[in-house]
């Protein structure tokens, strides 16, 4: 038991005259690293007919059924795999043989939230070997749950086997999202699926669905159909509301929140064309109108009430309690050279132009509390002095370098919940490894107080979508995501990417085995040359297997 | 016919009014441009039925029925999309129905070779509006010419169209490569034939296919089964002869050549597990063997006899008439350390490690010669004074910021043929837009004399291994490679990369409308924020339409 006791505790061989073997190495663990975990050596193999039963004095959670259908079918794919693979044999016996998972649940909470309760505690071996018991406090429990199960197999004597284990797991972080955006490149439904379901395995529990922008406008209303009439790129290139409610309702079935932005006043040249000649203010250069356009023109009426007729049908389509008003980069020189904005500002006893940002800010700020929302903007509406209520959450993204530590502890200081997405801009490829630097930063790492530290609701990553569509984006955010997922979970403590290198290598393999592409990230010839090959090659023109 | 001529002749509309257009711009460019186009105002709608026949006067070579067969499907494809898109109309008639396209070939050749005739003229509309007349040296040229043909087809009232075009055509260089590694990681077959296929779409014609490195040994020799057996990452990462040979075929089907690369002495840690004791130097530290291996021990005759007993076999079942021996990057500190080494040179009367690594690379030579092969090595083999006969061909990869120039005039002043390789390393990505930097590389843009000049065979882009397999490889090759090919097959004065962002747009929509996952390499909203998106999102989960 020598090999698979190393490799269950990260302490993987890297012994030269291993490297001709089979990946036999990839053993059970799990990712992101659970709060605790503690392995022992006997083991269970698992019956290829493993029953899910609720206990009877559970909750019949809506979103159960399919849970356990996912999950049964992914424990099943093992024993496709299993038959063909060649693994070392070890000589002890398997202590029993699963055959249920038992899952109890305290409460339904229906809807992923701010506040749902994710956590689970799972005991594998005991106190029966033929069941594995599975407590959730809700049923987001029962999905990090059965994941973790699933990720802990590995085949001894060519079967299916689980070790003996307890696990009391939940999340160091309650926001962890990843950020896409449809406006720069459309992104088909399967893809964005497909995404949400490598964000489930990994733990991930917020879209952040940066849905339209200066680009395209793909959000095809109802209430205002001209928007993505005139602003998406064709009439193939939108999402109806009808394909939108499936997005959402397909991330709730996997524990997954969809925060839509809706960035304003900056970044919508796309809804110039549909919402109107009003909408954009006309920029003037040398006192004349030069035909360019600028931010919204905050000072007419018919504008906001454009905005109150969108969110109010966004409001419904969406059923998350968050929304994201965007109010990043917004360029003041427009609004400097128009005059009817400085008239404006003069009758208003206004006297910069962040003043001007805050009329708009606060009047989508309005519209949110009308709707009940609760609203999330990016860091230039605090920075720029923007008057916000201390509800509002603000999300980090600029001084990927370091200089976000001073943002996080300005914000935070002033009583804001803070989310960090600086560090974690994804789509800045570069050539080699960078999961590193992103599993190396620590959110908390600024100066501030326990009760700032308390404000961070934690992080998002993101994949911009200038230089990715559906031909690129799964294998260019996966594995690479996954580190910041194991940032945004697991204890500060599990802070050693090279601790983590073989447990991310492994997992890498088993999303690969389940028909996500995600990319080999992990090659470093210098540590070991057999980085990054997994079992079996991916091929993607095969790959009808794919585990939604 | 204002917009149709403008587009036809590359000056696309830059009005911001058109941006919410559907994509009606992308018409019937070609890429790489051909050495002569011209096109004419009038066009001829395609029939659905569209019929290929070769004239009685030209001789029955074998790869035309498949070449028919891949051109009629990809024609045909065009009947699908035309009925569901949207065009402009346009006021004109059509100046006639093509049902036919009459192929002449002067001569088979049977087997693309470095002497492959590729030149091909193509008639649209003249002298007659029935019929398409495509004249080729040789087969190759069928290919090319249909291929240049089927990139004109766009849509005009709803209707596949071809304008009328006079076109005569032949490559600037003879030797357009692309290298793939699959040694760092394995690629499966599926995935090597896709970029063959893209890659003859594009009018490569060399596949450079660096089969063994270091990391692994996935080429399955049937003389020396040990190698892969020992040196392939598992047995399922390993490809068989008839494997190969059926890649090698599938090629031949698109006219682009399979040339293996075998490299030693260096990056030969694989070999060693299954080539014996003696293969590898042993390395030695404080005067004692440390463990370690170096490259191959050059003073040994059972290395020669392995390696003539390989590219023996390999001989065979590689049928084009090049090899490449590799040479790059040969550590000489493992051979100095080694005291065996060391009395072999005094013995020899050698005084320099290149000495030693000459003998090697003669053995090499050697065995080519006698297999009656020709040979390409790397750079360092040339730059570090090994004596070489004047038939070897140079590969310069080294210096990619411009000190390669310096390399290619060397190489072409002492009289060898060079073959550009280092600024068109795509494995080296980063963010943002990059392929205008591999357009606007000259290959002749070094000092030197017309009879140098005319020692450039041609060039070669690379796709190293060490962080692509198939998840991610096609999508970052391709468009980026579509820069190279034009550099490669075009005029030198087709040096615009403003003049050729549009027409490479529109080609990489042309190659994604097919199945291949082409990324969006082109986005710049400071041109056009509409770049990027093409007529239908490319889903990578509903492909199985490629058209290979």
């Known amino acids: 038991m020598r090999f698979l006791s190393a490799f269950l505790f990260g302490n993987a061989l890297t012994n030269a005259a291993d490297r001709f073997l089979p990946p036999w190495k990839f053993v059970g663990t799990v990712w992101p690293q659970p709060q605790s975990m503690v392995v022992k050596e006997d083991y269970q193999i698992l019956d290829a007919n493993i029953q899910f039963i609720l206990t009877p004095d559970s909750p019949q959670c809506d979103i159960i059924p399919d849970v356990f259908q996912r ?57 029966s070997s033929e069941k594995v018991e599975l407590t959730a406090m809700a049923e987001w429990g029962v999905i990090h749950g059965l994941e973790t199960l699933t990720q802990m197999i590995h085949d001894i004597d060519y079967r299916p086997s689980i070790n003996s284990t307890m696990i009391t797991d939940w999340p160091r972080f309650p926001f962890r999202g990843f950020l896409i955006d449809t406006s720069r490149h459309y992104l088909p439904v399967s893809v964005i699926k497909a995404q949400i379901t490598a964000m489930s395995w990994n733990k991930y529990n917020v879209l952040h669905w940066h849905i339209v922008d200066l680009e395209s406008f793909p959000y095809q209303s109802q209430v205002l159909p001209e928007l993505s009439f005139l602003g998406a ?66 000072i007419y009426q018919e504008n906001y009430n454009l905005m109150r007729k969108l969110f109010t049908e966004v409001n419904q389509v969406f059923s998350d309690s968050y929304l994201h008003l965007g109010g990043d980069e917004v360029p003041f020189g427009c609004w400097k050279s128009n005059p009817d904005i400085t008239d404006y500002m003069t009758k208003h006893n206004l006297t910069t132009y962040a003043q001007i940002e805050q009329v708009w800010v606060q009047g989508m700020v309005d519209i949110a509390h009308d709707l009940k929302k609760n609203y999330v903007v990016w860091e230039e509406v605090f920075v720029n002095g923007v008057k916000i209520s201390n509800e509002t959450v603000v999300e980090v993204w600029k001084g990927k370098t370091g200089t976000w530590k001073d943002t996080m502890s300005a914000v935070t200081k002033s ?112 540590i070991d040359p057999n980085y990054g090959y997994c079992p079996t090659p991916f091929d993607p023109f095969n790959n009808a297997h794919f585990l939604f």
């Open 233 to 298: 790129y064709t009439p193939l290139h939108v999402y109806t509301i009808n394909e939108i409610k499936d997005i959402i309702e397909f991330a709730r079935l996997r524990g997954v929140r969809v925060v839509p932005e809706f960035d304003t006043p900056g970044h919508t040249d796309s809804w110039g064309p549909g919402a109107g000649p009003k909408f954009l203010t006309p920029c003037y250069t040398n006192g004349k109108p030069d035909g360019t356009r600028g931010p919204i023109n905050p």
């Open 71 to 127: 999950y049964q079918a992914l424990i099943r794919s093992h024993f496709k795999s299993a038959s063909s693979s060649k693994k070392l044999k070890f000589s002890s016996s398997p202590a029993g043989v699963i055959d249920t998972i038992e899952v109890k649940i305290v409460n339904c909470e229906n809807l992923p939230s701010q506040n749902m309760n994710e956590s689970y505690t799972l005991q594998v071996g005991s106190p």
């Open 415 to 526: 009583g804001h919940k803070a989310i960090l997405a600086s560090p974690w801009y994804l789509n800045y490829i570069s050539y080699g490894v960078d999961w590193e630097g992103y599993y190396n930063i620590e959110p908390t790492d600024f100066n501030g107080t326990n009760a700032q530290y308390e404000l961070v609701m934690g992080g998002s990553a993101a994949m911009w979508g200038e230089y990715v569509d559906g031909t690129n984006i799964l294998p260019r955010i996966w594995p690479r995501a996954s580190a910041v997922a194991e940032r945004l979970w697991s204890d500060k403590s599990v802070n050693s990417s090279a601790a983590a290198r073989w447990r991310l290598n492994e997992w890498r393999c088993k999303m690969l085995a389940r028909g996500l592409p995600a990319e080999p990230e992990l090659h470093n010839p210098n």
